[in-house]
Every structure is written in structure tokens, then in C-alpha cells.
């Protein structure tokens, strides 16, 4: 069912939890692919009930930003969680979430602002905020869906280490179910933002995987020295390419790596055609 109303979702939640019901929570900015999938499925498989949220936060942009046009499909986001067994979509508004009128006169104040030192860092540095925003929205998510689960991509990976420290400081009784990228054949990770490529562009994007297959292979074969790993990308980057950050850090701290092991994350960020990609792979 689609709701867009927090009243109405707490309703039928307070339903499912009298009868016991356990609850997933997959949260979406919508325009779903089969990344996005991957999670609903992941929990209709663990969950008696899911719920998909498909939002498209306006305080997690920055600004020039592309928020006016994210691309947004609810009608096809429906009948795709329909198809693969969620319960409700839940769809609110803006205004729904934070209040009539709050873009225009910045009145919303109660933020949940995470540590600095997980914010200052890959995609923190030129997205000044948009860990504020995105914290934001998942813990009032968390607050109106009050969910068992929540599910979350491997793609965005400083975005789940983030979140598994706001549930963690906030003890907020929900349990994180991380779960794989999910890639292309060509192995380009899935994102919104492919949309945006061109056949060219998709293309040009491909190199973003596979140098960091290659730094995995690199390692795999016995190299750890990080500034080998990193000028081996270069073979594999071309004018088509604006490389923001290519970093080795800590899987559990985002701390930054002297030497290469298995609680390494290989981040990057690229831009490809001026659409901005990101991707990880862990070493281990």
C-alpha cells in the first residue's frame, strides 16, 4: 500500500507490532534499480512486514546540488515494491517530514549531526552537511517506522559506518543488515546518478571498478605499500575523468590507512561526464 502520511504508517505499524510481527526498513530516495531491489528482497526474506521508504531529502543536498532534478519515479518505485512483496511505500512529503514551508524559512532546527571526524573526510569534505541531512531523515524514519531492520547498500559505505554509529551512540533499538554492491555486468556499481551518463560516459565509468579490482588484485598478490596501490589508477584514468579522492581507510573508524590489510576500504570519487560516482571495495 502507499501512504504518505506518518500518522497513517504508525497506525498500521502499531498493528503489526500487537500481533508480534517482525519489521524491515528499506530507506530509498526512490527511482529504484536493482540495487535498491537487492534490499527489499534481502528484507522480505528476513521480515514479515517491509516497509520502503522513497524519499528524496531535500536537507541532505547541498547546495547546487542536483536536487531538483533527482530523478523521480514513484508510480514505477510503487509497482517495482509491490512486485517483490513490501508492504507499504511510504512516500511523504516535505512538508510531511519537516514541516510546511522549511526549505524557504530554515525553520526546521533539531538536527542529528554526526562525529566530525566521520564527516571531514571522502565524501564529507566537498558535501559539507550532507552527513547532518542524511542522519537526520534515517532517524526520524527510524522513529516513525520503529523497524526490527534496516537496510542499507555497501555502495554508500562511509554513509552505513556513519549510521552504524548513530544507532550505536543513540541506542536506537534497530539492527543494521549491511548487504553487498550490487554491479552491473560490466561492473559498474548501480546508482540513481547512471541515469544521468550517456553510452559514452557509461563507458568511461567503467574504469572506476575495475581499478579497484586491480588494487584488490594487487593486494591479493602481496602488495600493501598504499602508494603503489594508488599510482597503479592512473593507467586506467584519461581526460574523461575527474578523480575527487582515491583513500584507504578503516573499516570500522574511517581512519586513514599507513599500510594496506584486511580492515582496509579502498573510497573513490569520480566524475564522469560532471555526474559525480562512488564506489568502495574492501580489501579483506
Same mark, same amino acid.
Given at each position: ?97 519537516y ?6 524559512s ?9 562525529p ?12 559539507? !552537511? ?7 531523515v ?13 537496510f ?7 554513509q ?7 544507532v ?12 553487498p ?5 560490466? !561492473? ?19 574504469a ?8 584488490k588484485?594487487c ?6 605499500d ?12 584519461d581526460n574523461n ?44
Amino acid at each position: 500500500m502507499l501512504l504518505h502520511k506518518i500518522s497513517d504508517v504508525r497506525e498500521q505499524i502499531k498493528a503489526w507490532k500487537k500481533t508480534g510481527l517482525t519489521v524491515g526498513l528499506v530507506p530509498t530516495m526512490g527511482a529504484l534499480h536493482d540495487g535498491h531491489k537487492s534490499l527489499i528482497k534481502k528484507s522480505v526474506e528476513k521480515c514479515e512486514k517491509t516497509v520502503v521508504s522513497v524519499f528524496v531529502n531535500p536537507i541532505q543536498f547541498c547546495p547546487g546540488e542536483d536536487l531538483d532534478k533527482y530523478p523521480r519515479t514513484l508510480e514505477a518505485d510503487e509497482k517495482l515494491c509491490n512486485d517483490l512483496g513490501a508492504d507499504i511505500v511510504f512516500a511523504p512529503s516535505p512538508a510531511e517530514m519537516y514541516g510546511e514551508g522549511h526549505i524557504l524559512s530554515n525553520d526546521f532546527l533539531t538536527y542529528v549531526i554526526p562525529p566530525f571526524f566521520y564527516t571531514n573526510k571522502l565524501c564529507g569534505k566537498s558535501r559539507v !552537511g550532507h552527513f547532518d541531512g542524511v542522519c537526520t531523515v534515517v532517524n526520524k524514519l527510524f522513529n516513525i517506522v520503529q523497524p526490527d531492520f534496516a537496510f542499507f547498500g555497501k555502495k554508500d559505505m562511509q554513509q552505513l559506518i556513519i549510521l552504524k554509529k548513530m544507532v550505536l551512540d543513540l541506542n536506537i533499538p534497530v539492527q543494521i543488515v549491511e548487504c553487498p554492491i550490487v554491479r552491473e555486468p560490466s !561492473g559498474l556499481a548501480l546508482s540513481s546518478r547512471n541515469k544521468y551518463l550517456s553510452e559514452e560516459g557509461k563507458k568511461n565509468a567503467l574504469a572506476i571498478s575495475r581499478l579497484l579490482f586491480n588494487i584488490k588484485s594487487c593486494y591479493n598478490n602481496g602488495i600493501n605499500d598504499i602508494k603503489a596501490l594508488s599510482e597503479t589508477v592512473y593507467s586506467f584514468l584519461d581526460n574523461n575523468h575527474a578523480l575527487e579522492y582515491l583513500e584507504f581507510r578503516d573499516r570500522n573508524s574511517l581512519e586513514e590507512k599507513t599500510v594496506a590489510d584486511n580492515d582496509t576500504i579502498v573510497f573513490i570519487a569520480d566524475r564522469v561526464e560532471n555526474v559525480r560516482l562512488i564506489d568502495n571495495i574492501e580489501l579483506s
